[in-house]
Nanobody, 128 residues
Framework: QLQLVESGGGLVQPGGSLRLSCAASGFSWDFWRIGWFRQAPGKEREGVSCIYISGGSTYYRDSVKGRFTISRDNVKNTVYLQMNSLKPEDTAVYYC?????????????????????WGQGTQVTVSE
């Protein structure tokens, strides 16, 4: 059974850092795409960063470029999102999602198609 579990959220001051983890189980994740998405109160869900597990290609939304880094550990079947220089506008519930069918990571992040699985989400709050 395909399952994604996020962890690593919390409360951090502006300028601080957090590392989110997305642990995948129940499937062989080669050739899958894993993405991080976020949803702030009253706003639509948006793609933050996506990665193609096999090829390693990545995508970042403009507002996080240079601050966030997505990576994967193929032994642990885990995707990470390292978030540095956090800003109050990064406050949101962060979700990871998995997509198997052919798609670029840009398309996955920008259009948020129907995913094969979503995690339960982890809260990130950036505040003094």
């Amino acid at each position: 059974q395909l399952q994604l579990v996020e962890s690593g959220g919390g409360l951090v001051q502006p300028g601080g850092s957090l590392r989110l983890s997305c642990a995948a189980s129940g499937f062989s994740w080669d050739f899958w795409r894993i993405g991080w998405f976020r949803q702030a109160p009253g706003k639509e869900r948006e793609g933050v960063s996506c990665i193609y597990i096999s090829g390693g290609s990545t995508y970042y939304r403009d507002s996080v470029k240079g601050r966030f880094t997505i990576s994967r550990d193929n032994v642990k079947n885990t995707v990470y999102l390292q978030m540095n220089s956090l800003k109050p506008e990064d406050t949101a519930v962060y979700y990871c999602a998995a997509l198997k069918r052919l798609s670029t990571v840009q398309h996955m992040c920008e259009t948020i198609p129907r995913m094969d699985a979503w995690g339960q989400g982890t809260q990130v709050t950036v505040s003094e």
